[in-house]
């Protein structure tokens, strides 16, 4: 998956609540923009480990044609299904109509359909490109994917981490453990 949104990716979560949650004083402005920073890192970490973006992003997957009819999104939810190309064998790719194609389950088990009617199928190529809008954290998921970052940035925090650095510290048992109840795994890859 890769994000390709032009518009800046709001935080799913205020600076001020982090810094209520974790009893930082009102006192310590200055440091806010490394604290944003800490903050959306973890955000970022916690949804890729989960596969739960909190706020709504336009992202492209690039997936192996076959004689496939449905393809599971490996992140949860998909809001839109929002362009559909089929790769021209020379590094580019030809835009197909949605017509024939839809989104299924997108909230559960969020699926491409591609239906025998999609224009796309009798064009040659290896590959299909899907854009898609997903992410938007459910009520039900909402609290633990907070607890998991504000826990997870608070650690980085305490812990002196430079987001730059390239030793990574491992993860507490408290935030494993609330990635692994949020985490959306897909059934399958395609049918």
Do not use: C
Not at 126 to 141: C, K, N, P, Q, Y
């Amino acid at each position: 998956m890769r994000v390709i949104e032009v518009d800046a990716i709001p935080s799913g979560f205020e600076l001020d609540d982090f810094k209520r949650s974790v009893h930082m004083m009102d006192d310590e402005a200055e440091n806010d923009p490394a604290l944003g920073l800490v903050l959306e890192s973890a955000e970022a970490a916690v949804a890729t480990a989960t596969g739960r973006p909190v706020t709504p992003r336009l992202v492209e997957f690039i997936v192996v044609r076959g004689h496939w009819s449905r393809w599971w999104f490996p992140v949860l939810p998909v809001q839109e299904l929002t362009g559909l190309a089929v790769d021209d064998g020379a590094g580019g790719w030809i835009d197909q109509p949605l017509g024939g194609a839809w989104l299924q389950q997108a909230h559960d088990e969020p699926q491409l359909m591609i239906g025998p009617s999609w224009a796309g199928r009798s064009v040659q190529g290896d590959l299909l490109r899907i854009r898609a809008r997903v992410g938007g954290a459910e009520v039900s998921t909402f609290p633990r994917l907070r607890q998991a970052v504000f826990l997870l940035a608070k650690e980085w925090l305490d812990a002196g981490v430079s987001i730059e650095g390239e030793t990574v510290p491992q993860l507490s048992f408290g935030v494993r453990l609330l990635i692994k109840q949020a985490r959306y795994i897909r059934p399958f890859e395609v049918a």
